[in-house]
């Protein structure tokens, strides 16, 4: 990914609303599910890959989640993120970066991405992916990922996408995690229209 990929969401969060966007999501559950499911402790930290101006953090904070960083390559989507929160702003570490340049400099107990992960379609970008995900979660950490399904659509936001059935996840990620749980959702776009996701909960190695 290069600068063109930044400019590319920095121009979608500049030119549409907040519930113009197919991800608008105001609680999501299924997200919320895997990370409350989990039992951690309130104070485990929490890395939101591609959070951008989504709910999640604003429902974590509401459940009393109090160690959340919201990672994402636009910073006019974490700027909007922030004014919309206002004060619990300040409740939540932000880092604006390319997930393939990202080199975290702690380590995450949960590491959720809903809808970043698909749009990386080389291996070289998949593998620095992993490289990142695995120095930035702590051993038995959790990685909670939802990506496209087999049957799910094939462009987002004029860019393809790669789709992942529970069979390429385990052929994936299963020499350095366990998959927990799966499960698949279908979100409903504010066009009406539908996306199938995989979700899964796997543990690190």
């Known amino acids: 990914m290069t600068n063109s990929t930044k400019n590319h969401w920095n121009s979608i969060y500049s030119t549409k609303k907040l519930n113009q966007v197919s991800w608008y999501q105001p609680i999501p559950q299924v997200s919320l599910d895997f990370i409350e499911s989990l039992n951690f402790s309130k104070d485990a930290p929490i890395l939101d890959v591609g959070g951008g101006d989504s709910f999640l953090c604003d429902n974590l904070i509401e459940l009393g989640y109090s160690n959340?960083?919201?990672?994402?390559?636009?910073?006019?989507?974490?700027?909007?993120?922030?004014?919309?929160l206002g004060n619990n702003a300040n409740k939540v570490s932000w880092i604006v970066s390319d997930i393939l340049n990202f080199e975290p400099k702690e380590k995450y107990a949960i590491w959720h991405d809903r809808a970043v992960f698909h749009f990386l379609r080389e291996n070289e970008n998949i593998n620095k992916y992993l490289n990142s995900l695995l120095?930035?979660?702590?051993?038995?950490?959790?990685?909670?990922?939802?990506?496209?399904?087999?049957?799910?659509?094939?462009?987002?936001?004029?860019?393809?996408?790669?789709?992942?059935?529970?069979?390429?996840?385990?052929?994936?990620?299963?020499?350095?995690?366990?998959?927990?749980?799966?499960?698949?959702?279908?979100?409903?776009?504010?066009?009406?229209?539908?996306?199938?996701?995989?979700?899964?909960?796997?543990?690190?190695?």
């Open 68 to 84: 959340i960083t919201v990672l994402d390559i636009s910073d006019v989507a974490i700027q909007r993120a922030k004014r919309r």
């Open 135 to 205: 120095e930035g979660l702590v051993e038995n950490g959790r990685m909670i990922l939802g990506a496209f399904a087999e049957n799910g659509p094939t462009r987002c936001c004029a860019l393809d996408v790669k789709r992942y059935s529970f069979e390429d996840f385990n052929n994936l990620f299963s020499d350095r995690f366990t998959i927990v749980k799966t499960q698949n959702s279908i979100h409903k776009t504010p066009f009406d229209t539908e996306q199938s996701f995989n979700f899964i909960e796997a543990k690190k190695k």
